[in-house]
């Protein structure tokens, strides 16, 4: 039997930075929230980002005071590692079904002491650092994880029973299961981010091939202090790479691999992911091949400016070709096209494909809103009320209703949280308390 | 006001005489095949890194050398043991840290 309440004002599907503002404003106004998060933490891609731009401030930093407003909210109320498994409208507002996923842990007992973690024999690939560092089958995801409580792995578990052996708060339940539960909700709010495109997508690239060829969102860790290297290195061998170049529009702008849009973010991350390169390695050189930067934003073109100031060099060029020397650099086949289609090859220890951002979560008929033609969560009335889908009740907020940045996300969960704060009093009238 | 709750522990009370690891083994019927090979690889490899560090501190490439192992396999590894505290860094060789064994407290 869960512990959750049999019925919430608001459901917030998704704990990033989207959701969690969201829930936030709603619990503010009186409203009572679940947040509820597929992942082992709540904090969603952000808290496990570097820095942010323009202003290059520690995005963790900004996240993590967030994360804790959340959870210590006495109005919302936190389920992570649980599915959402179909909202179905009953009068005004909705019956959900949750499938809570069992971590095999007391979340109330565990004191998050990593004594299990660190016992554990299994070495396995850490999706936290996007497979570049490791984690053990049983594990706490991040130093920053809210709640801070251990989950195990059962694929890569080898039953040795050492967790619980070495656990001061007896806290393993070997036996737990997954858990349905159902609750009403009278109004529905989805943050469910975003995925990056995949990295075999454009097969010249090599970018599922090649160790050297990184995604945006593994350079991020890979630049984190707290990431898997520590500091700055290539994954096949650990050089301290001195020639970086990023392909722009990877996983964007390209109808063969399904994703014509242009994905808003990924300028100005490469931007900001290559000036504070140039922080961490002394000497280092950075090219930017693009098709157009596009620093649309407060303070983006400033950034911009001062990216290229600081000796980014930003080249006009279609990459064709990634290839791999013997002893694992790089080969790019570039055509210039400032400079009449000229083709040339150059050499580097490193290249970061500007992947593109799809939504994370396709629940179809679990859902029943409407999803557009880029696959992202479709608007009813996209100009004057972007955050109201295709269902009364059901606002979006943050990615999954299009690429967005951070600032931008924010701004539209708020926008979600008083459109919902709106519904629920028109539909159901709630004592709404300060 | 409602209270807070933490929700999320499936109900589950800690019960009197918790389950064994045997319970949760039985229900998954135990190791995969995989996942047995994958565990054996594993231990393969460490036991190679650990000895070959034995004899001082090395880079990446040079570990790889030493047991003929996959580059990028060793980098994984050598960070897996960096994240542990089983090594770590000892000086800069070119463009190359060299890791060394943590000497035991």
Known sequence: ?????????????????????????????????????????IGGVMVGLNKVFPTLDCSSCICTPRMAEAAHHPNITIQTYTEVLNVDRNGPGFNVKLLKKPRYVDEDTCIGCS??????????????????????????????????????????????????????????????????????????????????????????????????????????????????????????????????????????????????????VCCMYALKQALLTTHYIHGVEITIYHMDIRAFGKGYEQFYRRAMDEGIKIVKGKVAKIDETDNQDLIIRVEHLDEGGRVEEARYDMVVLSQGLMPAWKPGSALGI?????????????????????????????????????????VEAGAAAMEAANYLQRTTKPKVTA | MSDKKEAGTNGHAKSEGAASIKVLRDRHGGMSAEMKEYYKELNNIRKLLFDALKSGPMTVPELARKCSLKSETTMWHVMAMRRYGEVVEDKIQGDYYSYRLKEAH
């Open chain 1, 370 to 410: 409407d999803v557009g033609e880029d696959g992202f969560f479709e608007s009813v009335n996209p100009k004057i009320k972007p955050t109201l889908s295709t269902m009364e009740g059901v606002f979006l907020a943050g990615v999954s209703a299009g690429p967005k940045d951070i600032p931008d996300s924010i």
């Open chain 1, 115 to 264: 004594k299990c973690e660190l016992e554990c024999p299994v070495l396995v690939p850490h999706e936290f650092d996007y497979g570049l560092g490791s984690r053990r089958a049983v594990y706490i995801p991040h130093s920053n994880a809210i709640p801070q409580v251990a989950t195990l792995d059962v694929e890569h578990c080898t039953f040795c029973g050492k967790c619980a052996k070495v656990c001061p708060a007896d806290c393993f339940i070997y036996d737990q299961q997954p858990e349905e539960i159902e609750i009403e909700v009278g109004a529905v709010i989805v943050a469910s981010g975003l995925q990056i495109t995949p990295m075999g997508a454009k097969a010249e690239y090599n970018g599922d091939k090649l160790p050297n060829v990184v995604n945006p969102l593994g350079m991020e860790r890979i630049q984190s202090s707290n990431g898997p290297y520590g500091t700055v290195l290539r994954p096949s061998d650990g050089k301290i790479p001195k020639k970086i170049a990023y392909v722009q529009c990877a996983g964007s702008r390209d109808k063969t691999i399904g994703v014509s849009y242009c994905s808003r």
């Open chain 1, 1 to 41: 039997m869960s512990d959750l309440n049999k019925r919430y004002d608001g459901m917030v599907i998704g704990a990033g930075i989207a959701g969690m503002q969201a829930a936030l404003d709603l619990a503010e106004q009186g409203f009572q929230v679940l947040l509820v998060e597929k992942d082992p933490s």
